[in-house]
């Protein structure tokens, strides 16, 4: 372990140097000692001690107590008292500061060093609590966030259906044949709609748990991207073309042993969020641009829209479990798929970048490793 970094407050310089002496023989390191308020302050900002042992009697406008509160508003560092005072007017001062020890001059080595390795372990165990506590209050929120979500998302969907088999029931014999039918795919989507939702929020409960498999097995990827188009015009009636083109697509073969490898299951994830984000951010009949390029080295996909583009403010936050861009308006969605694009990516080692333009559309660019099995 490093040795903990302690900065020594204290005018005298005989003392100092005697304190300085004590820390050393202990194994601590003694980042630097300070005479007064200023260099005190100056000192902390600058090397960011892990503790500091603070006189109370200094010389100069601010003395000890004043200096410690300082350090500990601003910095939130502990402070261990050196002094020779233990009136009550000066204990109830350094109270207030909540200081991590209290230490009257003269004292013994041991004395000084036990003060420290506890205020030291207070001090880590308090840090611990209070990450915790955040923690805490992120998962509390995401909790809100994703009841409120997917409250939202299944609502319409089951509202769709509700409506749509009540009017089958209702009008049944004055409804049309294609009138039927546009109720019964309004049903299928609806149902569709809160499945990709299910599976969804069980694939980001795996990544937030870490138990997301990553199987890698080999696999023929122009064809695997080929029957995803395919299964994305069939299930969701695609009013965007998406126009596949591929270089070095001819790199293996159905006959060929060495396919790369890559987990299906996560692949599918990637490219059917992209994808299907793609189509769903664009204006109907704009054409959705899927590219495959890969070699012995990487694979790289790039899925290109013409449609509403992102914000570049939303960017940053773009793969933020529920995060959704500030210009999607009323187009539905959950903000999880895009989470877990980039937990997929991820898990093989890949990048994903971004670029895009408010009204112009959007490119994304994922590049996975290539291993072959």
Do not use: W
Request: charged fraction near 25%; glycine fraction near 4%; hydrophobic fraction near 40%.
């Amino acid at each position: 372990m490093l040795a903990a970094k302690i900065l020594v407050v204290e005018d005298e310089s005989i003392i100092a140097l005697d304190i300085q002496n004590s820390l050393v023989n202990a194994g601590y390191n003694v980042v630097a000692i300070a005479t007064c308020a200023d260099e005190a302050l100056d000192l902390t900002a600058q090397f960011h001690p892990d503790l500091v042992l603070m006189d109370i009697r200094l010389r100069g406008e601010m003395d000890g107590v004043e200096i410690a509160e300082k350090i500990r508003r601003e910095f939130n560092l502990p402070v261990v008292y050196l002094t020779a005072h233990a009136d009550e007017n000066t204990l109830r001062r350094a109270k207030i500061t909540e200081p991590f020890g209290y230490i009257l001059k003269p004292f013994e080595d041991r004395e000084l060093i036990t003060t420290i390795e506890i205020a030291l372990s207070r001090y880590h165990a308090e840090v611990a609590i209070q990450l915790a506590l955040v923690k805490e209050k992120e998962l509390n929120q995401i909790k809100s966030r994703f009841v409120s979500v997917v409250s939202h998302e299944f609502r319409n969907p089951l509202n769709a259906i509700l409506f749509s088999t009540e009017l089958l029931e209702r009008y049944d014999s004055e409804l049309s044949s294609e009138k039927k039918q546009e109720y019964l795919q309004r049903i299928q989507l609806s149902v569709r709609r809160m499945d990709q939702l299910l599976r969804d929020v069980l694939t980001i409960g795996e990544t937030e748990s870490g138990d997301l498999p990553f199987n890698p097995q080999p696999l023929d990827l122009l064809q695997f991207c080929q029957d995803l188009i395919e299964e994305l015009q069939v299930s969701r009636s695609l009013n965007c073309p998406i126009h596949l083109t591929h270089k070095n697509a001819d790199f293996v073969t159905s006959e060929d042993l060495s396919f790369p490898c890559l987990d299906e299951n996560l692949l599918r994830h990637i490219l059917d969020n992209l994808l299907s984000n793609a189509i769903k951010y664009s204006p109907q009949g704009k054409n959705i641009e899927f590219n495959l390029t890969y070699n012995k080295e990487a694979v790289v996909f790039q899925i290109q829209d013409y449609g509403i583009g992102i914000p570049i403010a939303d960017q940053p936050r773009l793969f933020d479990s529920f995060y959704r861009a500030s210009n999607v308006k009323t187009i539905s969605g959950t903000g999880l798929g895009l989470s877990i694009v980039k937990q997929c990516v991820d898990l093989h080692g890949g990048t994903i970048a971004v670029i895009s333009e408010v009204e112009k559309g959007t490119i994304f660019t994922v590049t996975l490793p290539l291993q072959h099995c």
